[in-house]
């Protein structure tokens, strides 16, 4: 089982990578890191990704010696970031393609819901299933997100002159 783990692990952190390779490439202004295909191979990725990172936490074989209120804290944490990553990116409907900077409703307080929804469900659904080797591979999956998330903004900071002041009036 540790095996089977581990090669959900290995695809995880490939997609991951591939993600965060990809968000280098753009900000440094790769013009092949903005084509459709290279855009499309990022959302079969995310979802390979997401896949991956469940299998590897239903497959992790290690136990998490925690109380019961901490598996009740990390399911919470769990449906409050899937809950959160979905409604904001249902907020962001309409709004693709438009070029324009989505200051209203969630994203009036939080510059990245979709990222914050992500790090809250990967800190709380190995807590919640008692996954101790997924719950030590969530710093992993944080940093990455935290380097996509300041790469987005550097480039949000380039293509939008507001973004400075909304960013400080945000948080996250």
């Known amino acids: 089982m540790l095996k089977t783990f581990y090669v959900w692990f290995g695809i995880c952190f490939f997609c991951y990578a591939y993600r965060t390779v990809f968000h280098i490439l753009n900000n440094h202004g790769l013009k092949a890191a903005r084509t459709r295909a290279a855009v499309s191979s990022v959302f079969v990725v995310m979802f390979v990704l997401w896949f991956s990172w469940f299998q590897m936490c239903l497959l992790d074989p290690t136990i998490l010696p ?9 399911l919470f944490l769990f449906v409050a970031g899937v809950f959160l990553f979905v409604f904001s990116h249902t907020k962001m409907k309409g709004f693709e393609g438009r070029g324009v900077l989505i200051k209203t409703g969630i994203y009036s307080r939080i510059r990245n819901p979709m990222y914050l929804g992500f790090i809250i469900w990967i800190i709380g659904f190995p807590l919640f299933m008692r996954k101790m080797l997924s719950s030590l591979s969530s710093v992993i999956w944080i940093v990455h997100i935290l380097v996509w998330k300041f790469l987005e903004e550097k480039e949000l900071e380039k293509k939008y002159p507001e973004y400075g002041e909304y960013k400080a009036r945000t948080w996250f």
Request: hydrophobic share 45%; no cysteine; aromatic share 12%.
């Open 66 to 74: 925690v109380p019961g209120w901490i598996r009740g804290l990390g």
